[in-house]
Structure formats: C-alpha cells, structure tokens
C-alpha cells in the first residue's frame, strides 16, 4: 500500500513540475457575478471556453488540455456565469449585452494578457466568435461544433432550448431537460443564458482579420454547416475530426488539429 501511495505522489509531484501549479481563484465579473478560473502553465496563453450544461472541469477530460500542456501553452479556464462554480444570477439582464465574453475580457486583465489565443467548443464558440470582434488582444480563435446558424438573432434552436429550459413541452429536449435537473445544475440560469445568448451578424465576422479554425465532427450537423461558417473568415480554415457533437471534442484528432494551427 505504501509503495503505491509513494507511486501516486511521486506522479502527483512531476505534473507539478511539468505542468507548474494551478493558479485558481474567482474574478469579480460583469455586474459583481463571481467567476471561477483556473490557469497553469507558463507558456503563451490558450483560454478553453467550454460549451453549454458543463463548466471549466470538462475539458480537463478532453485530449486537447494535457496536449497543450505538454506543449508549453499556459491553458487558462472557467466557468461562464450560469456554470460550475461561477455565480448564477437569475435576472436576464445578467447573461445579456455580452456579459459572458466582457468577463472573459476581464479576465485577460486580470492575467495582464497583451495576446491571447481562445479555443471555444459549441456555445463556448459562440461567445469566441463575440470576442473575435470585441478584444483586439484576440490573436486568433478556434471555434469547435459550430456552423453559421447562430448568427440568426432569431435562431430556433436557441428558442427552442430556452422554452425547454423555461417549463415549456419540448418533446425532442426532454432528456436534456432531465439531465439538467438530475445534475442539479441551476435551470434557471440555464434558461437565462439561452434567452439572452448572443448572435454575431455574418457581416462583422467577415471583417475579422485574425485566423480562426473551424473544428467539426463528421457525425455533428447540430448547428448549421460548418464549412460555411470558416468561409465567413477573410483567415478562416476548416477541418473535420471523427465524432458527432458531444464526442468530437475529446477526440486526439481534435487536439491535433489545434496544436497544428497555434503552431503556424
């Protein structure tokens, strides 16, 4: 027993060493709401925004978070408001004139970042695509999961989550809405964050100047198509990886294709 307690801390210690130690703490975001963060490493900086119903600790299960590591990135994450270990105010006015990605901005003063690179996955490529246009410090973004169809500011896929989310009879969103509750994930802020999820008018992504990646399962039509979306990009590439909407993110091939970007 204590040769594989020495085991697990002698693996614990080298992490440390490799990877240095986790800075964590809460930021005072948009309107005093709480942000959770974590940062560790050193290198230049990747901010990992996560998708909707999960928070920060997701992409700690993806491939992407020890490969950037190990390649010498500091990786930087959170909590959106509404998530994880963030606050979850339950007033709309909270969640709209995008206070998602003014708090990310935030957070890059807090770290005193003169650039910075986000990878975004699903409605975290939402709130990527709000900083493409909003923070010059922006160097150049990834959006994973993401077709064109959010910059409808009338989508009805968001609709319709939201009136799932708010009580309404969504047969098609009812196991979500299942999985919301037995999570006990906080329903209302999850409604809130739908009512008032931003959209990006193609026109303004047509202006962005950065290189932006488009990152998409093959089995993932959920969103709209995301060839179109990297054809928006005066910079844009797109690539597929194996896997549909929930499981591309996880793939190696997802980390792959992101390393080989930031590395261009």
């Known amino acids: 027993m204590k040769r594989v307690f020495g085991g697990m801390t002698m693996m614990l210690l080298l992490t440390v060493k490799v990877y240095g130690q986790v800075d964590s703490g809460y930021l005072d975001g948009i309107g005093h709401t709480p942000i959770y ?31 950037l590591l190990r390649s010498g990135y500091r990786v930087i994450t959170m909590d959106l408001r509404g998530n994880g270990k963030s606050g979850k105010p339950h007033l709309a006015d909270a969640y709209a004139n995008d206070a998602e990605a003014k708090d990310i901005m935030l957070l890059a003063d807090k770290f005193n970042l003169e650039q910075y690179t986000a990878v975004g996955y699903s409605r975290g490529s939402i709130i990527t695509a ?24 009338e989508w009805p896929r968001r609709k319709m989550f939201y009136r799932a989310l708010s009580g309404d009879t969504v047969k098609e969103l009812e196991p979500m809405v299942r999985y919301v509750q037995q999570s006990g994930l906080d329903q209302q802020a999850l409604a809130l964050l739908q009512k008032e999820q931003p959209s990006t008018p193609k026109a303004a992504l047509a202006k962005v100047k950065q290189p932006v990646l488009v990152v998409c399962g093959k089995e993932d039509s959920d969103n709209g198509k995301a060839s179109d979306l ?35």
């Open 37 to 67: 963060y974590e940062s560790r490493g050193n290198g230049d900086p990747v901010l990992l925004i996560h998708g909707f119903i999960v928070n920060g600790e997701s992409w700690k299960k993806t491939a992407l978070y020890d490969s």
């Open 130 to 153: 709000r900083l493409l246009v909003m923070d010059k410090r922006l160097r150049r973004a990834v959006m994973g999961g993401m077709g064109t169809d959010f910059t409808d500011p």
């Open 230 to 264: 990297a054809d928006l990009f005066s910079n844009g590439k797109y690539v597929t990886v194996p896997g549909d909407h929930g499981g591309a993110v996880r793939t190696p091939e997802f980390a792959v294709a992101v390393l080989d970007f930031l590395r261009k």
